[in-house]
């Protein structure tokens, strides 16, 4: 019985990340956005996940290391909603074209 | 053809075309369904790759808290806009390019990749082994990391509060 490959895991983290910065870098609507940029840091815990199994120095580091990441984008996550309501309070709009100023 | 590749193939058939139904749909709501889907396929993965722990805690934080805070998002900002104004066809058309460029550029890395198997039993105890070295290798980025969300939970609440009003009607 063998084992699934390790390119067979990147590829897909590969996909995965390809989707998500496509989504990143043509969506107008912000919340969008930030959707696309979750889904590339899940491509990241991908692989940093099979690395810690399938790696040159396989341990538990990498899970770890998945963890802090998890850690990260969740307050991430957090603080561009309450960015991103602040500025639909004073735009009125979440159309990420619209936001080109700093001030009003 | 093991049990393990078809598990993996389904996950990952599940994970990129709820992905990229994610980027073609056009309601945003639609969205969110699919994008819960691409993280529970994508916890399924970990446990493939042996890492029970952080299966769990992708389904509670990614598939819970964040897919809610998007939608809180979403349900507080848009009502009618169901993102029909699309991006210029040239930009999309330009990003698509190299976006497609990248992929190859990193699939000729992956497919030259030769790292040779050592195994580990990861799958023995993990939550354990994940607490010892948490608590032993790895407490100051722990405690940062504590430090991190408590700062996000109050930044987040200050640059949300609503301090136009002064003591009106909140």
Do not use: W
Request: aromatic letters at 8%; charged letters at 10%.
């Amino acid at each position: 019985m063998e084992n699934v490959p390790l390119q067979a895991y990147l590829l897909l983290a590969l996909a995965l990340f390809c989707i998500g910065m496509y989504g990143a870098l043509t969506k107008k609507n912000s919340v969008i956005v930030l959707i696309s940029i979750e889904l590339m840091l899940n491509a990241a815990n991908i692989n940093l996940v099979a690395f810690s199994k399938y790696g040159v120095l396989p341990s538990i580091n990498g899970q770890i290391f998945a963890l802090f990441s998890i850690v990260i984008a969740a307050a991430q996550s957090a603080v561009g909603i309450a960015i991103l309501i602040a500025a639909y309070r004073n735009k009125n709009t979440v159309n990420m074209n619209l936001f080109n100023k700093l001030k009003n | 053809m093991s049990g393990e590749y078809i598990v993996f193939l389904f996950l990952s058939l599940v994970a990129v075309s709820s992905g990229t139904l994610m980027l073609i749909s056009k309601k945003v709501m639609h969205m969110m369904v699919a994008l819960i889907f691409t993280f529970i396929s994508i916890s399924g993965i970990y446990i493939l790759l042996s890492a029970e722990f952080i299966a769990a805690v992708q389904v509670m934080v990614y598939s819970g808290a964040v897919a809610i805070i998007m939608i809180f998002g979403i349900m507080l900002t848009n009502h009618h806009d169901s993102s029909r104004n699309k991006a210029p066809l040239i930009r999309r058309l330009l990003v698509g390019i190299s976006i497609i460029l990248f992929s190859i550029s990193m699939y000729v890395g992956i497919s030259h990749l030769k790292i040779s198997l050592a195994e580990v039993a990861l799958h023995e105890n993990n939550t354990e082994k994940i607490g010892i070295a948490l608590f032993s290798d790895y407490v100051i980025p722990f405690e940062i990391a504590s430090l991190v969300l408590l700062v996000a939970l109050v930044g987040a609440i200050v640059i949300a509060k609503n301090d136009n009003v002064e003591g009106g009607n909140q």
